[in-house]
C-alpha cells in the first residue's frame, strides 16, 4: 500500500510564506508525477502545480510565488509558498501517480490527506 503524508500547512499572515512537504510511503516501483491541489471552502478542488521529468507546471494564480521542487531520494516533493495572499487559503493535498508492481506493473493515482493553510489578512 502506497501512502502520501503532508505535512507544513498551518496559519500565516498575507505576504509570509510557508513549506510544505509531501512524503511518500509503501512499495512502489517508480512516482511517475507528483503534484498538489487545493480546495477553498465551496469551490472545486483546483491544481496547482505539478511535477515531472519533463518539467513543472503552475497555476497562473501562483505563478512566480510558489515553487515546486522533488527529492528523489527521499520520495518526497514540496511546495514553497511565499507571497501568501488570502485566497490561498485552503487545504492543500498531495497527489501523486505511481507504479507499483501487483503482479504487474499497475499505475495508481494516490491523494494525501490534506492540510489546511489560512491566510490572514
Known amino acids: 500500500q502506497v501512502q502520501l503524508v503532508e505535512s507544513g500547512g498551518g496559519l500565516v499572515q498575507a505576504g509570509g510564506s510557508l513549506r510544505l512537504s509531501c512524503a511518500a510511503s509503501?512499495?512502489?516501483?517508480?512516482?511517475?508525477?507528483m503534484a498538489w491541489y487545493r480546495q477553498a471552502v465551496g469551490k472545486q478542488r483546483e491544481l496547482v502545480a505539478t511535477i515531472a521529468t519533463r518539467g513543472t507546471n503552475y497555476a497562473d494564480s501562483v505563478k512566480g510565488r510558489f515553487t515546486i521542487s522533488r527529492d528523489n531520494a527521499k520520495s518526497t516533493v514540496y511546495l514553497q509558498m511565499n507571497s501568501l495572499k488570502p485566497e490561498d487559503t485552503a487545504v492543500y493535498y498531495c497527489?501523486?501517480?505511481?507504479?507499483?508492481?501487483?503482479?504487474?506493473?499497475?499505475?495508481?493515482?494516490?491523494w494525501g490527506q490534506g492540510t489546511l493553510i489560512t491566510v490572514s489578512s
Open positions: 509503501g512499495s512502489f516501483f517508480a512516482i511517475n508525477v
Open positions: 497527489n501523486a501517480v505511481v507504479t507499483i508492481v501487483s503482479p504487474t506493473y499497475t499505475t495508481l493515482e494516490i
